[in-house]
T-cell receptor, first 114, second 114 residues
Framework: DAGITQSPRHKVTETGTPVTLRCHQTENHRYMYWYRQDPGHGLRLIHYSYGVKDTDKGEVSDGYSVSRSKTEDFLLTLESATSSQTSVYFC?????????????FGPGTRLTVT | DQQVKQNSPSLSVQEGRISILNCDYT??????FLWYKKYPAEGPTFLIS???IKDKNEDGRFTVFLNKSAKHLSLHIVPSQPGDSAVYFC?????????????WGLGTSLAVNP
């Protein structure tokens, strides 16, 4: 158990509203990731962080922003939610040293944009 | 362009028999490979991994084989149990500047029938 929690676990929101998802870890790991999972697409990386205030884009970053002001929290924001952002969102951390190949996942947030 | 391919979307096996899940990759720079298991409504959980300097890694009922010349790896589960029924993801990583990112396959849904 890597001590990862996500909140909220479920959310329904309307198109055009801002949404923030939170990932919290208890063990001060350096690397944190946000993925989305959709049928037919597997897991796709949205953004990741390699330290406080250090973030970078993944393969599907358009429409999303992230912030990491503390080691333990990694926030994902949808500035103006669209129906195409309906998905299950997973946060992950790396614990395998500097490179961190092995990632450990939170329980997920199911987001529905109506 | 999928760099990690799991060509079988689903697999059905009898309890007690062997399950073989396959994964192909195209990027010769990948040097670490991982398998994850995912149950519905949960995050993926790390199962087993293998470095490119090895051709086999075993952990209990789970064995991963790597054939670098064929750019192919497989996960063997022996004996299969009903609790192994889940979606299995193959992932690969390579050095990428500041961070190592995982590239994911689309998953194979395994059903182990009693």
């Amino acid at each position: 158990d890597a001590g990862i929690t996500q909140s909220p676990r479920h959310k329904v929101t309307e198109t055009g509203t801002p949404v923030t998802l939170r990932c919290h870890q208890t063990e001060n790991h350096r690397y944190m990731y946000w993925y989305r999972q959709d049928p037919g697409h597997g897991l796709r990386l949205i953004h990741y962080s390699y330290g406080v205030k250090d973030t970078d884009k993944g393969e599907v970053s358009d429409g999303y922003s992230v912030s990491r002001s503390k080691t333990e929290d990694f926030l994902l924001t949808l500035e103006s939610a669209t129906s195409s952002q309906t998905s299950v969102y997973f946060c992950a951390i790396s614990i395998g040293g500097a490179s961190g190949d092995e990632q450990y996942f939170g329980p997920g947030t199911r987001l529905t944009v109506t | 362009d999928q760099q990690v391919k799991q060509n079988s979307p689903s697999l059905s096996v009898q309890e007690g028999r062997i399950s073989i899940l396959n994964c192909d990759y195209t990027n010769s720079m990948f040097d670490y490979f991982l398998w994850y298991k995912k149950y519905p409504a949960e995050g993926p959980t790390f199962l087993i991994s293998i470095s490119s300097i090895k051709d086999k890694n075993e952990d209990g009922r789970f064995t991963v084989f790597l054939n670098k010349s064929a750019k192919h790896l497989s996960l063997h589960i022996v004996p299969s149990q009903p609790g192994d029924s889940a979606v299995y993801f193959c992932a690969a990583s390579a050095e990428a500047g500041n961070n190592r990112k995982l590239i994911w396959g689309l998953g194979t849904s395994l059903a182990v029938n009693p």
